[in-house]
T-cell receptor, first 110, second 116 residues
Framework: GNSVTQMEGPVTLSEEAFLTINCTYTATGYPSLFWYVQYPGEGLQLLLKATKADDKGSNKGFEATYRKETTSFHLEKGSVQVSDSAVYFC?????????FGTGTSLTVIP | GAVVSQHPSRVICKSGTSVKIECRSLDFQATTMFWYRQFPKQSLMLMATSNEGSKATYEQGVEKDKFLINHASLTLSTLTVTSAHPEDSSFYICSAADRNGKNIQYFGAGTRLSVL
């Protein structure tokens, strides 16, 4: 079956620190992979995506590379800001179905 | 990017009343819309998949008579929580899939339902 396993939080970092949030998946076929971000009290926003192996998605300084050999899609950012504080969800899509990880809460302190 | 509007953003109601939540795709046509429920500090739980012009497909354990879904057009799906009770209090989020098959879901901002 399809599933997403995401690093548990919460994660607390100082401003300008390096961020990694791990995400691994199991899937039948060739899924697309996504990172969504949810700010407090809001819905989910698409942060970045990758549709095939070795693709790198990037947006707002965040990056993630679709690694088929390790079935991973880890989210990274070189220097986080206070405004990056949010919950991050890793997700995969197969057909028209989405499967979400449990979310990782990130707090960035000044 | 594509925009999905969800309304209302917050609703407080008395136990026993029904609440309707609207989900609209503003700048694209959505053959399929999805309704999720999110409990505090948890991930999204898919409740049902809504297809334009046909009956919704509900996930196991979701009462279809409790959560009525109507997808009357390519840009509008509604979720009605009937006879709401305090245990129905939650954050409900809709999403819409672009009919052009881009395999991306665009999410509404969510509706916070509080049943007293």
């Amino acid at each position: 079956g399809n599933s997403v396993t995401q690093m548990e939080g919460p994660v607390t970092l100082s401003e300008e620190a390096f961020l990694t949030i791990n995400c691994t998946y199991t899937a039948t076929g060739y899924p697309s992979l996504f990172w969504y971000v949810q700010y407090p009290g809001e819905g989910l926003q698409l942060l970045l995506k990758a549709t095939k192996a070795d693709d790198k998605g990037s947006n707002k300084g965040f990056e993630a590379t679709y690694r088929k050999e390790t079935t991973s899609f880890h989210l990274e950012k070189g220097s986080v800001q206070v405004s990056d504080s949010a919950v991050y969800f890793c997700a995969l899509s197969s057909g028209n179905q989405f499967y979400f990880g449990t979310g990782t809460s990130l707090t960035v302190i000044p | 990017g594509a925009v999905v509007s969800q309304h209302p953003s917050r609703v407080i109601c008395k136990s026993g009343t029904s609440v309707k939540i609207e989900c609209r795709s503003l700048d694209f046509q959505a053959t399929t819309m999805f309704w999720y429920r999110q409990f505090p500090k948890q991930s999204l739980m898919l409740m049902a998949t809504s297809n334009e012009g046909s009956k919704a497909t509900y996930e196991q354990g979701v009462e279809k008579d409790k959560f009525l879904i109507n997808h009357a057009s390519l840009t509008l799906s509604t979720l009605t929580v009937t006879s709401a009770h305090p245990e129905d209090s939650s954050f409900y989020i809709c999403s819409a899939a672009d009919r052009n098959g881009k395999n991306i879901q665009y999410f509404g901002a969510g509706t916070r339902l509080s049943v007293l």
